[in-house]
């Protein structure tokens, strides 16, 4: 762990991954951090990024756009390693995790990574995006003037929701990809698809 002026305990330290593992697939609060550790907010920001710059940790930032809307500035962060998540979370086998109330979160980052790589994505060109009445995007992949959407729902029966509609207009999305724990790719709508994790592969194109 970085030190930034202060030196954990190996106990805080195992705190601090716990804490974290709590949050993944939320959004960050940094003040939070600061008072479980005795440090600054700005000093527990630093934390996750150095994290995220060697890779343990992918943070999403919060995409604004020039909406009358409040949105979320806050950005949204998973840990990578999903074995690391698990043992944080005290989840010891298949039927732990389809009991745990973090099921969802776990899919949530596991599957994110599958996307941004089989995209070929940029971290510099990962955003989620969220407003404060309730609107949402898990992930927002932008490249060049194209923005592409994806929603990961641990289902196999997703269904075209308000807040994906509200994503598609407020955004300009290309389209909009809801990978699901279901068998098949079909299309909901014109330009919003459910995904089939197994078929990302197949059924998901690279950006290069």
């Known amino acids: 762990m970085p030190e930034f002026g202060f030196k954990l305990s190996a106990n805080a ?13 939320q959004t960050w609060n ?10 600054s907010h700005t000093t527990a920001l630093r934390w996750l990024e150095m994290l995220a710059d060697t890779f343990m940790v992918q943070l999403l930032r919060p995409w604004s756009a020039n909406l009358a809307k409040r949105q979320v500035k806050a950005p949204k962060v998973y840990l990578r390693d999903s074995g690391l998540l698990h043992t944080l979370l005290d989840i010891r086998s298949g039927a732990d995790l389809s009991k745990h109330p973090r099921l969802g979160a776990s899919f949530e980052g596991y599957a994110l990574q599958q996307v941004l790589r089989r995209l070929g994505a940029d971290r510099r060109e ?7 009445q309730g609107a949402e995007l898990d992930l927002l992949v932008v490249r060049g003037s194209r923005r592409y959407g994806f929603e990961f729902k641990h289902t196999d029966a997703p269904g075209v929701t308000t807040s994906m509609r509200i994503a598609m207009e407020d955004l300009g999305l290309e389209s909009l990809d809801v990978i699901h724990v279901g068998q098949e790719t079909y299309a909901l709508t014109e330009r919003i698809r459910a995904v089939a994790f197994e078929r990302m592969e197949r059924d998901i194109q690279s950006l290069s």
């Open 13 to 25: 330290v195992e705190r601090f991954w716990t804490m974290l593992a709590h949050y993944h697939g």
């Open 30 to 39: 940094a003040s939070e951090f600061g008072r479980s550790f005795g440090m």
């Open 126 to 132: 990962c955003y989620f995006w969220a407003t404060h």
